[in-house]
């Protein structure tokens, strides 16, 4: 059965992951919010129908966990995630071949190559291949959709699930897509079978051989597949490559020949002998680390790649140009002549005007405190002027790490972990189940703004909402950190500085764990927050910059006052301040007082 669909659509990367998810059939979509993949659960609860189950989890080893529950259940599933979060997921994702799957299956993991909002840029390339299953790489947006709709029937035909792999530029591109008519797929039911679905030791070897029996096959499988395709053209260069790289290999070199690889693993060896045998000079062009090229060397075949092409950050036309140039493939470019542009102003990123993490921070640096941080836009209280977190390693890493410092013997100032509501609940919630545990001296503070921020937004469980805005329960901060015997457990208005002041200096100065909840909304998401706005009273300025320490971008140098005694007087952009108060309750003069309007 087949649903008619529209014309062409201009959809980002993204977007067509979701479109070809919901074509293919899924029934299920689940993910855990993460630059660069966030859109496509957004995009799939804005277009599929309410029979169609889409919510964010709270973390990504539960979503594929979900994910491949619902598949053992008979129902077609999308599970979505950035590349680090692969590794959360890793224990259930090195199994899951071995079980193998009911309904299709496909994870999706979005690596951001160049660290535009990831803490690494690892390869997850090489997960797929360690997983044993089934990777496609597509490099545009008709290709994702194409490939999300192969990939489940591939998941079905060999009973394993696959991984979809795009980056950033893949992911946040728009390209033109033309939908093919919907899938309707067959009802399948779930079927006790212990001995495949049970991974005790016994049944689990069964899986592996399962598993190498079917690597075989998709072996001789993927040496057919029309995803892998050769462009021959001029035959003194050759390029094999995938996703975003094949793109930027056409720009740069239009007339070499190309071997495009859909399909990572496994990889078409003989396509690839083949291909070497009818050029004469052979490159492999690649973001990140040299894993095609490593895999053409090992069959023996003479193949250039990583000395001209960068392994760190993300390939673009330019380095792709600069490459070939230094290999002699391309004549240098005459420099442009030289402009005289203003040289651009650097800008560091900072929290939004009326961030509710800011007084937190700026009592722990007051405090002199050891701040174990986390992921989050609230990691940039590590920059100036701020100045107030001194690790951040990984999602849930701030508990642990900060009851690693404890028995490490750090005393001479507090040990304060300081995570958001949003990763507590991701995984911080058995840190801090063992922080108790080892009756730890420490403080946790929760940065409580209801949402995941930094992706967007999104909403949490503790948001007491789905990813479609309907009402669902919500968790009690507060007494999830009392049940797990956390004490004190004290909630703060971070907004009010005398009172996190206090509440923090009690906390770090009590024994145990104690846990400090700062709970406001956050200033954008889901709907922007503005207050009464505030001026600053330039008879009563004297510069002193104790404003400007909270690092607040509304709050800048009036260039056109008198300065007092050589100092800058401030003022305040009407356009960014939100009201918050923060500032005008730490000015010693009174200088900052509501505006006189808005």
């Given at each position: 059965?087949?649903?008619?669909?529209?014309?062409?659509?201009?959809?980002?990367?993204?977007?067509?992951?979701?479109?070809?998810?919901?074509?293919?059939?899924?029934?299920?979509?689940?993910?855990?919010?993460?630059?660069?993949?966030?859109?496509?659960?957004?995009?799939m609860?804005?277009?599929?129908?309410?029979?169609?189950?889409?919510?964010?989890?709270?973390?990504?080893?539960?979503?594929?966990?979900?994910?491949?529950?619902?598949?053992?259940?008979?129902?077609?599933?999308?599970?979505?995630?950035?590349?680090?979060?692969?590794?959360?997921?890793?224990?259930?994702?090195?199994?899951?071949p071995?079980?193998g799957?009911?309904?299709?299956?496909?994870?999706?993991?979005?690596?951001?190559?160049?660290?535009?909002?990831?803490?690494?840029?690892?390869?997850?390339?090489?997960?797929?291949?360690?997983?044993?299953?089934?990777?496609?790489?597509?490099?545009?947006?008709?290709?994702?959709?194409?490939?999300?709709?192969?990939?489940?029937?591939?998941?079905?035909?060999?009973?394993?699930?696959?991984?979809?792999?795009?980056?950033?530029?893949?992911?946040?591109?728009?390209?033109?897509?033309?939908?093919?008519a919907?899938?309707?797929?067959?009802?399948?039911?779930?079927?006790?079978?212990?001995?495949?679905?049970?991974?005790?030791?016994?049944?689990?070897?069964?899986?592996?051989?399962?598993?190498?029996?079917r690597?075989g096959?998709?072996?001789?499988?993927?040496?057919?597949?029309?995803f892998?395709?050769?462009?021959?053209?001029?035959?003194?260069?050759?390029?094999?490559?995938?996703?975003?790289?094949?793109?930027?290999?056409?720009?740069?070199?239009?007339?070499?020949?190309?071997?495009?690889?859909?399909?990572?693993?496994?990889?078409?060896?003989?396509?690839?002998?083949?291909?070497?045998?009818?050029?004469?000079?052979?490159?492999?062009?690649?973001?990140?680390?040299?894993y095609?090229?490593?895999?053409?060397?090992?069959?023996?075949?003479?193949?250039?790649g990583?000395?001209?092409?960068?392994?760190?950050?993300?390939?673009?036309?330019?380095?792709?140009?600069?490459?070939?140039?230094?290999?002699?493939?391309?004549?240098?470019?005459?420099?442009?002549?030289?402009?005289?542009?203003?040289?651009?102003?650097?800008?560091?990123?900072?929290?939004?005007?009326?961030?509710?993490?800011?007084?937190?921070?700026?009592?722990?640096?007051?405090?002199?405190?050891?701040?174990?941080?986390?992921?989050?836009?609230?990691?940039?209280?590590?920059?100036?002027?701020?100045?107030?977190?001194?690790?951040?390693?990984?999602?849930?890493?701030?508990?642990?790490?900060?009851?690693?410092?404890?028995?490490?013997?750090?005393?001479?100032?507090?040990?304060?972990?300081?995570?958001?509501?949003?990763?507590?609940?991701?995984?911080?919630?058995?840190?801090?189940?063992?922080?108790?545990?080892?009756?730890?001296?420490?403080t946790?503070?929760?940065?409580?703004?209801?949402?995941?921020?930094?992706?967007?937004?999104?909403?949490?469980?503790?948001?007491g909402?789905?990813?479609?805005?309907?009402?669902t329960?919500?968790?009690?901060?507060?007494?999830?950190?009392?049940?797990?015997?956390?004490?004190?457990?004290?909630?703060?208005?971070?907004?009010?500085?005398?009172?996190?002041?206090?509440?923090?200096?009690?906390?770090?100065?009590?024994?145990?764990?104690?846990?400090?909840?700062?709970?406001?909304?956050?200033?954008?998401?889901?709907?922007?927050?503005?207050?009464?706005?505030?001026?600053?009273?330039?008879g009563?300025?004297?510069?002193?910059?104790?404003?400007?320490?909270?690092?607040c971008?509304?709050l800048?140098?009036?260039?056109?006052?008198?300065?007092?005694?050589?100092?800058?007087?401030?003022?305040?952009?009407?356009?960014?301040?939100?009201?918050?108060?923060?500032?005008?309750?730490?000015?010693p003069?009174?200088?900052?007082?509501?505006?006189?309007?808005?």
């Amino acid at each position: 059965m087949a649903t008619e669909v529209s014309t062409q659509q201009l959809l980002l990367g993204n977007e067509a992951v979701a479109l070809g998810a919901l074509h293919a059939g899924v029934r299920v979509a689940t993910g855990y919010p993460g630059t660069p993949s966030t859109e496509i659960i957004e995009h799939m609860a804005r277009i599929a129908p309410e029979s169609v189950q889409v919510q964010w989890a709270t973390n990504e080893k539960v979503a594929l966990d979900e994910g491949i529950g619902a598949s053992l259940a008979g129902a077609r599933v999308l599970v979505t995630m950035k590349h680090v979060g692969l590794n959360v997921a890793m224990d259930a994702w090195m199994t899951s071949p071995l079980v193998g799957v009911n309904g299709g299956l496909v994870l999706l993991c979005a690596d951001d190559p160049g660290m535009h909002s990831s803490q690494n840029e690892q390869d997850s390339r090489y997960l797929g291949k360690f997983a044993g299953v089934p990777m496609f790489e597509p490099s545009d947006s008709q290709e994702i959709y194409d490939f999300m709709r192969e990939a489940y029937r591939v998941s079905e035909q060999f009973d394993t699930p696959c991984l979809v792999r795009t980056t950033t530029r893949v992911s946040h591109s728009r390209s033109r897509v033309l939908p093919s008519a919907a899938e309707a797929p067959g009802e399948r039911s779930f079927e006790r079978n212990p001995a495949k679905y049970v991974m005790l030791p016994v049944y689990a070897r069964m899986g592996r051989e399962r598993l190498l029996e079917r690597l075989g096959r998709l072996a001789a499988w993927c040496e057919q597949h029309p995803f892998t395709r050769e462009e021959m053209r001029d035959t003194a260069v050759g390029v094999i490559t995938s996703s975003i790289s094949y793109q930027h290999v056409r720009e740069v070199l239009p007339d070499a020949s190309v071997l495009k690889l859909g399909i990572t693993h496994p990889l078409p060896k003989e396509r690839i002998r083949a291909f070497a045998g009818k050029v004469d000079r052979l490159f492999v062009v690649e973001e990140t680390d040299p894993y095609l090229e490593d895999a053409v060397k090992a069959l023996g075949l003479a193949v250039e790649g990583k000395t001209f092409f960068p392994q760190a950050g993300e390939l673009t036309p330019e380095l792709v140009r600069k490459g070939f140039i230094a290999a002699g493939v391309l004549a240098p470019q005459q420099a442009p002549a030289a402009q005289d542009w203003p040289a651009a102003v650097a800008r560091p990123p900072v929290l939004c005007p009326g961030c509710p993490h800011v007084t937190p921070f700026m009592v722990l640096r007051e405090l002199e405190a050891y701040v174990s941080g986390d992921i989050g836009c609230y990691t940039l209280g590590a920059s100036e002027p701020l100045r107030a977190m001194d690790t951040c390693v990984s999602m849930g890493s701030s508990i642990g790490m900060a009851v690693g410092m404890w028995k490490a013997g750090l005393k001479q100032h507090p040990i304060v972990a300081a995570i958001g509501d949003s990763t507590f609940l991701h995984g911080g919630v058995p840190a801090l189940a063992d922080a108790v545990w080892n009756q730890a001296d420490l403080t946790v503070v929760i940065l409580d703004n209801g949402v995941a921020a930094m992706t967007g937004g999104q909403p949490t469980v503790e948001f007491g909402a789905n990813v479609r805005g309907t009402e669902t329960a919500r968790i009690d901060l507060a007494g999830v950190c009392r049940a797990l015997g956390a004490d004190p457990v004290v909630a703060v208005d971070p907004y009010d500085v005398g009172a996190v002041h206090r509440t923090l200096l009690a906390a770090t100065r009590s024994r145990g764990v104690s846990v400090v909840i700062t709970s406001r909304p956050c200033v954008q998401a889901p709907d922007k927050l503005v207050g009464r706005r505030y001026e600053i009273d330039p008879g009563r300025c004297v510069g002193c910059q104790l404003c400007m320490n909270t690092g607040c971008p509304a709050l800048g140098w009036d260039l056109e006052a008198e300065p007092y005694e050589n100092r800058h007087r401030v003022r305040i952009d009407p356009d960014q301040c939100t009201g918050c108060t923060v500032c005008a309750q730490i000015c010693p003069h009174l200088a900052i007082a509501p505006a006189s309007r808005g």
